[in-house]
């Protein structure tokens, strides 16, 4: 039985969950869509702060259109005031934003850059975010979108907004996922592909083919080589990059995998939002991968999780617009 620390009802939709650098505050991304002859969407980004066992709200603003992703820079990043920790979100509105979380608990998105291609319509969707790692004074962003199109940004000098540095066309359907690793940018979405693309000359490849859509993408904590990839198909996949045939290891979660977060300092153990299965805990330390607690409270499709601590959890789930802390067993 998982131990339930604290849950909270949201005026709108949950699908993201982001937590701040300094360990004592997160982000909660929202995004609701009212059916419709105008398909009208909103959002917004709620700021909670939390003693372990109880969180709290501290301030929400407005996300034009509703929130996709979000995800924080992780180096210091100079700002306007010196002091903001810096996120990017991807919106419904099609625009991929700079967002700030100030030391005084105040949150700002900035304009946006517009998905401006041929292919481009006012139903553009922004989906998913993914920062360069490396370390520079003008840090990158890859962004992918509903129309098969994956972007990438470079930061200005005051993180006041992101430029366009170039376009890449993967697909001609939605692209759910995203990882940039500097050279390569990793994708993959309904086409039931994962992509490669090189950012020297925008050259793209298919390096892998799945039964289903690719939801999610990340970088594996202990190898520079592996690759995990979450699908449509309930399975949490790790991979060789150099061997792409055959997975190292693959769990069957019993859901789709949407969210792939790795704990902050005990080496083997995954978070995983497991959309209609509820949120689990992977232990990757075992001979062959296994689920070592799952969260099934959630009554709907659960799309964010992130790790609090190093014990404790939060998850987010979406038409029952419901906010979880809970607890890591031993």
């Known amino acids: 039985m ?34 419709g002859i105008e398909q ?3 959002g917004s980004i709620s700021l909670f702060t939390s003693n372990g066992d109880k969180f709290e709200l501290m301030t929400t603003c407005e996300a034009p259109a509703g929130v996709l992703d979000i995800k924080f820079r992780k180096a210091p990043t100079v700002t306007r005031d010196d002091s903001s ?12 934003r700079v967002g700030q979380v100030s030391p005084d608990d105040q949150v700002k998105v900035e304009e946006g850059c517009k998905l401006s291609s041929p292919s481009s319509s006012t139903n553009t969707i922004a989906l998913s975010v993914s920062w360069m790692p490396a370390d520079t004074d003008r840090p990158r962003v890859a962004a992918t979108f509903n129309t098969g199109v994956v972007r990438e940004y470079q930061l200005t000098n005051n993180a006041s907004s992101f430029v366009v540095l170039r376009e890449y066309s993967v697909s001609t359907l939605e692209v759910w996922a995203v990882l940039h690793r500097g050279p390569l940018i990793y994708t993959g979405g309904d086409d039931s ?10 050259s793209s490849r298919v390096i892998r083919r799945f039964s289903s859509g690719v939801t999610a993408i990340e970088a594996d904590p202990l190898y520079e080589e592996n690759l995990l990839v979450g699908t449509y198909e309930d399975r949490l996949y790790q991979f060789d990059l150099r061997m792409m045939r055959d997975p190292l290891q693959e769990v069957d979660i019993g859901g789709g995998v949407w969210r792939i977060k790795d704990h902050p300092a005990r080496t083997g153990l995954l978070a995983v939002a497991g959309m209609y299965a509820g949120a689990f805990i992977v232990d990757c330390c075992l001979e062959t991968w296994a689920i070592k607690q799952r ?26 617009r419901q906010l979880t802390m809970w607890r890591l067993l031993d």
């Open 193 to 202: 592909k994962l992509w490669r693309t090189a950012t020297a000359d925008g």
């Open 2 to 35: 998982t131990l339930v620390l604290d849950q909270l009802k949201m005026h709108a939709n949950c699908d993201a969950i982001a937590m701040c650098s300094d360990g004592k505050r997160f982000l909660l991304g929202t995004y609701e869509l009212h059916e």
């Open 85 to 96: 920790e810096v996120f990017a979100v991807a919106l419904a509105d099609g625009t991929v």
């Open 40 to 42: 009208l969407r909103h």
């Open 295 to 320: 969260y099934t409270g959630h009554e709907s499709m659960c799309y964010g999780i992130e790790w609090w601590d190093e014990k404790t959890l939060l998850s987010c789930s979406f038409y029952d």
